[in-house]
Nanobody, 122 residues
């Protein structure tokens, strides 16, 4: 089992920045892919970014490329999502996920955090 706890969400003005954290515990993570997803009201959950614990194979959704950066700190078992130049359309609940397959689809992840709200005011 893997437990994931997100933090760092909040209210920010458009153009601002936030950094989300995802603290992982439980089984070893070396073989896992860590992903960030988001879900806005009335919309389906969508892929944002993913990274392997090894640090290789970083991938972003086109909508966040150049603005968001995913990274991990192996010593702290924590994955981060640095979000810059935030837009109102980035408003959503952001979820951290872990999975063996770990692609861009939510069903490729086995473990999920509880989510953290990000609200961008225009």
């Amino acid at each position: 089992q893997v437990q994931l706890v997100e933090s760092g969400g909040g209210l920010v003005q458009a153009g601002g920045s936030l950094r989300l954290s995802c603290a992982a515990s439980g089984r070893t993570f070396a073989s896992l892919v860590m992903g960030w997803f988001r879900q806005a009201p009335g919309k389906e959950r969508e892929f944002v970014a993913r990274i392997r614990w090894s640090g290789s194979t970083i991938y972003y959704a086109d909508s966040v490329k150049g603005r968001f950066t995913i990274s991990r700190d192996n010593a702290k078992n924590t994955v981060y999502l640095q979000m810059n130049s935030l837009k109102s359309e980035d408003t959503a609940v952001y979820y951290c996920a872990a999975g063996v397959v770990g692609g861009t689809q939510s069903n490729e992840y086995d473990y999920w955090g509880q989510g953290t709200q990000v609200t961008v005011s225009s």
